[in-house]
Structures are given as structure tokens and as C-alpha cells.
């Protein structure tokens, strides 16, 4: 059998929870798959054959110990627009449908979504499946497939999340229950309570009284801890703290900010702060110009705002600024726009460091994974050596002039204190973290110390065992033993 992890909100931990009881079924010696038949995001991940996932999905497939792959997060949605989203398909790009056009296909994606999840069911005899957002949101049920429609489908045991940092765990855990259809309250097996903070014994008392309004075992109350996962969505954003490093980053939030994540493991050596466009930029050692969904609206939007001067005045002072993907092409001399990101062909001048040229002239997408070696430009390049990631991003860029910041790829200043690639994922890469930290550390005469790689999951899975009962959650999921030899 396997698990349907659904949350009584978006935000709750149902992600991190999935990923952390991947990793423990792993320990005990079960092959496991991660599967989301429908995700909303626009952080995503690159497979080995090009498919695009939500990064979530791909998380909780490396703590799996699996390779990422396509059936894990069969419908993608990567919102574009006010109500348009790109939609996802087995990985490869679908179209772009308004929310009302997509609700008319959701019966087909069901099925798409089912199949994919009978794969990996038969290929691994055990899957956890994770909803998406609260699970019960009444006016969706017809077309949830996400949650209430594949409930309904696979019939598999239900664990119920909730988030009882924010308050009203009571009402969310009993509100969610009550409102589920009878075909999918009958498989609500137990709940979760996440990110607690304080002293359980004062909420012992609280988990009898859930018990007995929910008619559900609390299978655990797990206390708040940072992992340094990879957050998959903007929501987290909002949560995120600049720590008090001497070194400030500042990263522009781009109204269409997308693959955030490539930024994460710069935040445990360095104040990154998330800048709104029209803020000032002069407190910055670093700026970082993130990917985005609509390069062409980000574009204009950071000229309205005065952050392509700010931009220009902080690279005079030697910030060093740094663009991925979406913000590599803003770093060009033009974007030529040929009715793709928006409704008519049209040239617009980009903030001009870098001598590159950007070609929007057809609806295609590339999507691969890469390992390119930084060149020899620079304090930084020059420090950084092989790096792995993925390029995710549509139109072409061709430098016009100038040095070359990776293998085949990029492009930098002379001085390499300015760069641009589209490589998702180069401070994933521990190298590339520790050479520019080492430059920001080292131009204010202060010590570094290097980052290490730390596998997260281990630890995840050993939090969740340590607070949930997970015995009881896998006689629940009854998955299928694979005889694993000891060098799998």
C-alpha cells in the first residue's frame, strides 16, 4: 500500500514531512517513490531526460534514495499571468491555459496523473503521495486532483497535516475532517501537528482532545527545526530572515521570481535579503538577479521602478552583480521579443553589462542538466572549477563580445565581477558558495569559513522518528519490502 499526505492548508510542512518519511522507510529498508499528481510552483527541477518537476517532488525523490523522474509530479503548473498558468505535462511543456480552460481537462489529467502514479507503484510497491494546499476546499472538489479526486481514485490511508505555528489547530484539523467527502473521510488514518514550538507535556492534553473531536490518532507532534531544505514555493519567502553576517546579498525579488531556491545555501554564510524593486540597493555587497517566468515584464518593471539604475550606480562602486537565467538576459545588451513572452514582436534595451543579445522567436523551452567548469575570469570564476546544475528557460542568448563565464555558456565582465549563465542551481554547488563568499569575506578583510555538504534528510528522518509514531505509519501504508543488499 502507500500514503496520501494532505494538509488542512498550503504551507504546513506536507513537502517536508513526504521527503522525511521517505528517508525513514529507506532506513528500515523499503524501496519508495514520492509522487504530487499536481503541483503549483515556480521552483522546479530538471530530470536526467529533460522532464521538468516541482523541486519538491525531486527533493523528496534524492531522499529517496531514487533518481527524479517525471511520474513523481505529473501536472506542473508554472503560473505566467493573472490567472494563466504554463502547464506541465510528464515534464514536457503543455500549453498556457487561463484557470477556467484548465478545470476543462482536469478529468483527462486525472487519468494521466493515475497512470503515472500506478508506475511507480509498480515499480517500488510503495509510494507517498502528497496533495497540494488545504484539502478541503469545497468549492474545488469536482476538479481537485490534487487532493479529493485522487483521493477518491486510489482509496490508499490519508495522514492529515497541520500547522500549529500559526494558530486554530483545533478548527483546522476538525474543520478539514468534517468537510471531507464521506468516500475520503473514511481513509483518514491519523494526523500530524507541525512546527511545534514549546513544551509538549503542556500540550498533552490537547492531543486527547483532537483524538477525540477528530476520531483520528495523533500520530505525533513534531517540533519546529531548520533543515535547510529547499522551499518550494513563494509563500516561503515571507518566512525567510536575513541572518546577521557581515556580508549582505541582496537578491531582486522579481515580481515573477522563479527557482528561488538556487539561493538557499548562500543564506548560511551571508545576509540575503530579498529586495523589492524601487528599494535601495546601496547596502548590498553582492546583487543577485534571480529567474523569472516573463523576463520581458520583470525587465520593464526594475526600469519603472528605478532598480536598473541602482543596478548600474552599485556595479561603478564594485558590487559584484550576478544574473541566472531569466536575469542573465536582463544583464544583455537587448531582449528581441518575438511575440512570445508578450503579445507583439518588439526590441527592449536590457541594463547593458554584459555584451549579449536575447531572441525570444519560438515557444520552446530547453530543459536539460548540465557540468560546465567556470573560466578563468576573475576573483570568483576563476575559484569556482566544475560545477553541476540545469537550464530551464526559454529564447536564446549569444554573447556579442566579451569573455565567457562557463564551458559553452555565459558570459562575464573582464574583471568577472560581473557575470551571467543560465545555470539553475550554481550555489548548489558548494565551490561556487565558498568562491564568491571567500571574495565578499576577503574584499572586507574578514575570515571565511568554507561550507561543507551536509546530507539534511538523515537528520529529517531521524526528527520524525523521534516524535512520530512511525511504526503505527508504516503497518498503515503496508508498503512491499524490496530485499535491498547492504550495497544498494
Known sequence: MSLLVLGTASHVGKSVTVAGICRALFNRGYTVAPFKAQNMSLN????????????????????????????????????????????????????????????????????????????????????????????????????????IRLAERLEIPIILVADIERGGVFAQLYGTIALLPPKVKVHVAGVIINKFRGDPEIFASGINMIEEICSVPVLGVVPYTDLGLPSEDSLSLSDKRASSSPITIGIIHLPRISNFTDFESLERSAAVSYVRPGDPLAPYDCIIIPGTKNTVEDLLHLRRTGTVDEILEAQKRGVVVIGICGGYQMLGRMIHDQGIESDHDAVYE???????????????????????????????????????????????SFRTGGLEAFSGEGAASDDGLVFGTYLHGLFQNENAVNALLRYLYGKKGLSYTEQKCVDPYDHLARHLEAHIDMDTLVSLARPVISERTKNT
Not at 498556457?96 to 508506475?119: F, G, Q
Open 44 to 147: 522546479s527541477y530538471i530530470t536526467t531526460d529533460g522532464s521538468e518537476i516541482g523541486i519538491a517532488q525531486a527533493m523528496q525523490a534524492i531522499a529517496a534514495f531514487r533518481e527524479p523522474a517525471a511520474e513523481m509530479n505529473p501536472i506542473l503548473l508554472k503560473p505566467k499571468a493573472d490567472s494563466i498558468s504554463q502547464v506541465i505535462v510528464l515534464g514536457k511543456p503543455y500549453r498556457d491555459l487561463p484557470i477556467r480552460d484548465y478545470y476543462k481537462e482536469t478529468d483527462a489529467l486525472l487519468e494521466v496523473a493515475v497512470s503515472a502514479y500506478e508506475r511507480l507503484f509498480a515499480e517500488t510497491g510503495c509510494v507517498i503521495c502528497e496533495g497540494a494546499g488545504g484539502a478541503a476546499e469545497l468549492n474545488l472538489y469536482d476538479r481537485d486532483i490534487a487532493n
Open 350 to 396: 536590457g541594463i547593458g553589462l554584459l555584451p549579449v543579445d536575447t531572441r525570444f522567436s519560438e515557444y520552446r523551452k530547453t530543459t536539460i542538466r548540465v557540468t560546465r567548469t567556470a573560466e578563468p575570469v576573475g576573483p570568483i570564476l576563476s575559484a569556482i572549477g566544475e560545477v553541476s546544475g540545469y537550464e530551464i528557460h526559454m529564447g536564446d
